[in-house]
Nanobody, 122 residues
Framework: QVQLVESGGGLVQTGGSLRLSCAASGRTFRSAAMGWFRQAPGKEREFVGAIMGSGGYTYYGDSVKGRFTISRDNAKNMVYLQMNSLKSEDTAIYYC???????????????WGQGTQVTVSS
């Protein structure tokens, strides 16, 4: 089992940067693929990106590609989401999640954090 706690959300201006962190606990963390998803008011939860257990591969949703970067530090049981060039449409609650599969499919993630709010204002 994996427990996840996100932090680092807040209010940022358009064009700014923010780094989200996800602290994980549980023996299976190092083998789990980790994903970031987000959900804006009135919208479905959207895939942001994912990173393999080894950290060797990442991939991203089209809306964030080239602006967001996922990394992980398995020694510290941490996953990060660096967000640059933020836009108002990036405003959402951001969730980290763990899966046995390297996937962009929400239903394949078994464990979820409580989420952290990111608000981008102009």
């Amino acid at each position: 089992q994996v427990q996840l706690v996100e932090s680092g959300g807040g209010l940022v201006q358009t064009g700014g940067s923010l780094r989200l962190s996800c602290a994980a606990s549980g023996r299976t963390f190092r083998s789990a693929a980790m994903g970031w998803f987000r959900q804006a008011p009135g919208k479905e939860r959207e895939f942001v990106g994912a990173i393999m257990g080894s950290g060797g591969y990442t991939y991203y949703g089209d809306s964030v590609k080239g602006r967001f970067t996922i990394s992980r530090d398995n020694a510290k049981n941490m996953v990060y989401l660096q967000m640059n060039s933020l836009k108002s449409e990036d405003t959402a609650i951001y969730y980290c999640a763990a899966s046995p599969k390297y996937s962009n499919i929400l239903g394949e993630y078994d464990y979820w954090g409580q989420g952290t709010q990111v608000t981008v204002s102009s």
